[in-house]
C-alpha cells in the first residue's frame, strides 16, 4: 500500500510521527508537511512559488499550506498513493469547524484530484483515546474497504474525559447554531463564539462527540 501523509498541525507535530510511525507498518508511506503550523486553512492555497525542504528520506516540509502538501506530494514529488491520510490532527474536526479545518481540506484536495483520503481528528489536550483506537479504526477502513472516490472520511477519536469508546458510529455533519460576538479594541477583534443549546440528531458528529463514540462521516465536494 502507497500512503500520503499530510496534516495542519506542522513538520513536527507528535501526532503526526505517531501517525508515520503505524501507517509505516501497512506500507510505503511519504509525508509531506507544513514546516510551520497551518490550522484553520481550510482548502485554501499558494499563489506563486512553494518553498520546501527535505527532512529525510520520504519526509518533506513544504512553507504552505495542507492542501499545498497534497499538491507538492501528488504532483512534485509524482506519489501516486492508495490513499491520503491526514491528520492526526489536534483538536477534533466536527460539525461547522470542517468547513475551517486545514486537516479535512487537504483530504477534500486529494478527492478533489481523485484520490481517496482519510482525516483524522483527537482530543486537543492529550493522545490518549487516539493511541488507542487509530490503528485499529485504520485496519476497519482498510479490510472493510471503506474508502471511496466519491466521499473523504472524517474520522474523530472520542473525548479523553471518556476512557473508552462506546464504539464506532456511522454519522452525517450536524452544523450546530452559534452565537458570534467578539470584543473590539483599538488593534484588535476578538472573536467569541457561544454554541446554542439544541437537541442533536441521534446520528449527527456532534452527538457521537458529545457522547464517547468514534465518529465516522462521509465528506464530498458535490
Same mark, same amino acid.
Given at each position: 500500500?502507497?500512503?500520503?501523509?499530510?496534516?495542519?498541525? !506542522?513538520?513536527?507535530?507528535?501526532?503526526?510521527?505517531?501517525?508515520?510511525? +503505524?501507517?509505516?507498518?501497512?506500507?510505503?508511506?511519504?509525508?509531506?508537511?507544513?514546516?510551520?503550523?497551518?490550522?484553520?486553512?481550510?482548502?485554501?492555497? #499558494?499563489?506563486? *512559488?512553494?518553498?520546501?525542504?527535505? +527532512? *529525510?528520506?520520504?519526509?518533506?516540509?513544504?512553507?504552505?499550506?495542507? =492542501?499545498?502538501?497534497?499538491?507538492?506530494?501528488? &504532483? =512534485?514529488?509524482?506519489?501516486?498513493?492508495?490513499?491520503?491520510?491526514?491528520?492526526?490532527?489536534?483538536?477534533?474536526?466536527?460539525?461547522?469547524?470542517?468547513?475551517?479545518? !486545514?486537516?479535512?481540506?487537504?483530504?477534500?484536495?486529494? &478527492?478533489?484530484? !481523485?484520490?481517496?483520503?482519510?482525516?483524522?481528528?483527537?482530543?486537543?489536550?492529550?493522545?490518549?483515546? /487516539?493511541?488507542?483506537?487509530?490503528?485499529?479504526?485504520?485496519?476497519?477502513?482498510?479490510?472493510?474497504?471503506?474508502?471511496? &472516490?466519491?466521499?473523504?472520511?472524517?474520522?474523530?477519536?472520542?473525548?479523553?474525559?471518556?476512557?473508552?469508546?462506546? !464504539?464506532?458510529?456511522? #454519522?452525517? /455533519?450536524?452544523?450546530? *447554531? #452559534?452565537?458570534?460576538?467578539?470584543?473590539?479594541?483599538?488593534?484588535?477583534?476578538?472573536?467569541?463564539?457561544?454554541?446554542?443549546?439544541?437537541?442533536?440528531?441521534?446520528?449527527?458528529? +456532534?452527538?457521537?462527540?458529545?457522547?464517547?463514540?468514534?465518529?465516522? #462521516?462521509?465528506?464530498? /465536494?458535490?
Amino acid at each position: 500500500m502507497k500512503i500520503l501523509l499530510v496534516n495542519d498541525d !506542522g513538520i513536527n507535530s507528535e501526532r503526526l510521527h505517531f501517525a508515520y510511525d +503505524v501507517l509505516s507498518n501497512y506500507g510505503d508511506v511519504v509525508l509531506v508537511a507544513p514546516k510551520y503550523e497551518q490550522s484553520g486553512k481550510s482548502s485554501s492555497i #499558494t499563489i506563486g *512559488k512553494i518553498p520546501y525542504e527535505k +527532512v *529525510k528520506d520520504n519526509q518533506y516540509a513544504v512553507i504552505g499550506t495542507p =492542501a499545498d502538501c497534497v499538491s507538492f506530494g501528488l &504532483h =512534485a514529488l509524482e506519489y501516486v498513493p492508495d490513499i491520503v491520510v491526514s491528520g492526526i490532527n489536534k483538536g477534533f474536526n466536527i460539525g461547522i469547524d470542517t468547513l475551517y479545518s !486545514g486537516t479535512v481540506g487537504a483530504a477534500l484536495q486529494a &478527492h478533489y484530484f !481523485g484520490f481517496k483520503a482519510v482525516a483524522f481528528s483527537g482530543d486537543v489536550s492529550s493522545m490518549n483515546n /487516539l493511541k488507542k483506537y487509530f490503528e485499529e479504526v485504520f485496519k476497519k477502513i482498510i479490510n472493510e474497504d471503506l474508502l471511496s &472516490h466519491d466521499y473523504i472520511l472524517n474520522i474523530n477519536f472520542p473525548q479523553d474525559k471518556f476512557t473508552t469508546s462506546k !464504539g464506532i458510529k456511522d #454519522t452525517n /455533519l450536524h452544523y450546530v *447554531k #452559534t452565537d458570534l460576538k467578539g470584543e473590539l479594541t483599538d488593534k484588535y477583534f476578538i472573536p467569541k463564539r457561544k454554541v446554542i443549546k439544541s437537541v442533536l440528531p441521534l446520528d449527527s458528529d +456532534v452527538y457521537a462527540f458529545k457522547n464517547g463514540y468514534i465518529s465516522i #462521516t462521509k465528506l464530498s /465536494l458535490q
